[in-house]
């Protein structure tokens, strides 16, 4: 009954007009920082905070949210449409999306993805309204070991999730962890692989290197073999996904919904953790998992849905335990502090209607979402029917301003030019840049978590194998590992993933 | 003839010195123009951090202040990138007009004091315009850690060296250097965890993976209420508004203080006058009751002090952090 009351506390606030139109004004916003590339919630949060101040508390904090969520949005139109994921959370969508795009089921694509997180952002609202203070309780018992261990199994997923040779994923992965220890090391504060130069003292950014990879490699590779190219990126038959994608994209939405509503609660998890591992999930249940990188829908569905569900109950450490789990949720804090609303387990008690009206507002947000993004798909699509010679540099000019805009300084253009060659050469050489990225973001977290666990257990290497959530998941990693071993599955993922 | 000579070599001089008292009457006159006319477009606040963070977020609150009382758009540009020292450098090499200012924080002072190499002068590359705030240092426990007062900590410290583990914001970072410099000061043996920032860290301590951090209230003021974590100690000279609850280091019977001030300055060389003139704008923004009232409420000190004592504020700083570098613990 409280649970009702509770929601019903929540409308009375978030379905007032103004507040409504707060709602919309953030999921536009969110959707269009998210379809232009480089420009992320983060910043254009950050941009907007000072304007919220004179704001009632509640509308502000519904127009933050709206923008976080929406940027999810948004985001997985260019990594759908152009191969040009924004963030890293739609790194994944991109594999899959981009070559429905490919194949003149762009649309199918976009619809689906939106349907996918329009039902993920339904059921992750209800899990934050109905588990809330019980699962940020659960988020305290991971510690450093589980960290490590987490990482370690998302290491090995990376592997398995790679399209072609076990040896080049392998290949990529040990590159990426080698990127991710460029800049200023934690522990001791000694400079790693900077060269000497101040700009690589914070390390490289991740967004330099995935616009470098995906965006400045697909296109030199599209401009490379020009013809092929041509008559790619100009079919786009129907708008809305086909009979059978809803019976494969359904299930695999629902999956990713659970998945990512799971993954978001974990301080330092959030969305781009819960899209790659429900990818590597939607493969792991496939019937046929050779259509994989080859535009399966499921590639799609369960990423998006496991996006935007974890973006949303990322809400949940911060609300109830004041523990931001990224950028954007240290934001929101800062957001509610500034109007005196302070976050914490007292926050249900203190704060019942804001907390409640934000919730719910999510919901409404979620609708507004699905009504202003499947009209735009067809412009969307509209968007890859220009032809590539106007396409291209118009995309190459919004990558450079985004590049300009992270820090102000020309110096990560640079960064992303350089690794627009080494994505060029790996493309030619039939390596796949996923994995790569996927070990540059986790590397340093698995880093960090290694060497802490160590100096807390004083060097003693059992601290992983005596605590039985690490040691579960240490085991799970086993697991993956022999099982890329076998050669039963070798062969069935030689054919998976067989050149065409 | 020769009288008529020296009449004209006496009017020469006298020709010349009004045209030199008329010149620098000129000159004097074109400086305080200068100053007066200042500011007739757009001022650019130099934020060395990322959008979003701390400093950022005084720094728009400040840019909008002086920029309702000189009437210019005053515009934040962050220039983030190894912990703060490339927006500095940037902002020294501007030119020194007074259309670009600076935000420091805390790390202005000890970057270049504790870290390697010189990459700018924190004494002579700037002029200090206001110091803005000072946001005082906490020490909290997880209440598993068996100490109800800072005295039971530090005796429960040195009962066990080694025993208790605090976390940090990663290498020299405000709480690492707080936590450094109050365990030689108390004569305690204690272990740094690295964490990446501020929130892994208070997650930390909440979790009780580590027994001990020295954040600022403000990040931990929420848990401190709900009982979640243990305030034993603020390090400033008086008990913050937001916990007044929990003593002074010197209350609690070890004089230390600490915290993360901000502040702004000018590239070396800005007119005196323009420095006036922007910390004036910004103290009479700062000491209005709002403000006030807004800072206090985040657990700060408000400072608003004038360039001279601004200038002396960072030698001080600039003195206290030499004198820990030459003790060795960095």
Known sequence: MDFINNLALGFSHSLAL??????????????????LPGLGPLATIAMLLPLTFSL???????????IYYGAQYGGSTTAILVNLPGENSSVVTAIDGYQMARQGRGGAALATAALASVLAGVIATFFIAGFSPILAKAALSFKSPEYFSLMIVGLFAAVILANGSIIKAIGMVVIGLILGTVGTDLNSGANRFTFGTLNLMSGLEFVAISMGLFAFAEIMSNVAQKASAKTDLHKVSRLWPSKQDFRYGTPAAVRGTLLGSVLGILPGGGAALASFSAYSLEKKVARDPSQFGKGAIQGVAGPEAANNAAAQTSFIPMLTLAIPSNGVMALMMGAMMVHNIVPGPMILTQNAPMFWALVTSMLIGNVI????????????????SVPYTVLYPAILMF??????????????????????????????LKCEPAPLLLGFILGPLLEENLRRSLLLSKGDFTIFVDRPISLALLLLAAVLLLSTMMPSFRKKREEAFAED | MVRGKSGEIAMLKKYLASAAIGMMALGLGASASLAQTYPDRPITLVVPFAAGGGTDIQARKVADGISK??????????????????????????KPD??????????????????????????????????????????VAHPSVKAETLQEFIDLAKAEPGLINYGTFGDRSQPHLSAVLFGAEAGLEMNAIPYNGGGPAVTAVVSGEVDMLMPTI???????????????????????????????????????????????????GTDPEIVKKVSEAAIGFLTTDEMRKEIEGEGSVLLALDPAKTKAFIADEIERWTKVKELGLF
Request: aromatic share 10%.
């Open chain 2, 218 to 268: 403000m990040l931990v003021q929420p848990h401190v209420e709900s009982g979640a974590l243990r305030a034993l100690a603020i390090a400033s000279s008086v008990r913050s508004p937001l916990a007044p609850e929990v003593p002074t280091f010197a209350e609690a019977g070890f004089p230390f203080e600490m915290g993360t001030w901000f502040g702004i300055a000018a590239p070396a």
């Open chain 1, 56 to 66: 009632d508390p509640i509308s502000a904090l519904i127009m933050l949210a709206g």
């Open chain 1, 18 to 35: 103004h507040n409504i139109l707060y709602c919309f004004i953030g999921a536009l916003l969110g959707t269009a920082i998210g379809v």
């Open chain 2, 98 to 139: 007074g259309y670009t200012l600076l935000m420091m924080s805390s790390s202005y002072v000890t970057n270049v004091v504790l870290g390697e190499g010189k990459p700018y002068d924190p004494a002579a590359d700037f002029e200090p315009v206001t110091m803005v705030s000072i946001s005082p240092t906490a020490l």
């Open chain 1, 369 to 384: 979402l699905v009504l202003l993004n499947l009209p735009l798909v067809g412009l969307w699509v509209k968007l890859i």
């Open chain 1, 399 to 428: 990558c450079l301003i985004g590049l300009y805009g992270i820090e102000n300084s020309s110096f990560n253009v640079y960064v992303a030019a350089v690794f627009g060659l080494v994505g060029f050469m790996l493309h030619r």
């Open chain 2, 69 to 94: 009382a000189l009437g210019q758009p005053v515009v934040v540009e962050n220039k983030p990138g190894a912990g703060s020292l490339i927006g500095v450098q940037y902002a020294a090499q501007q």
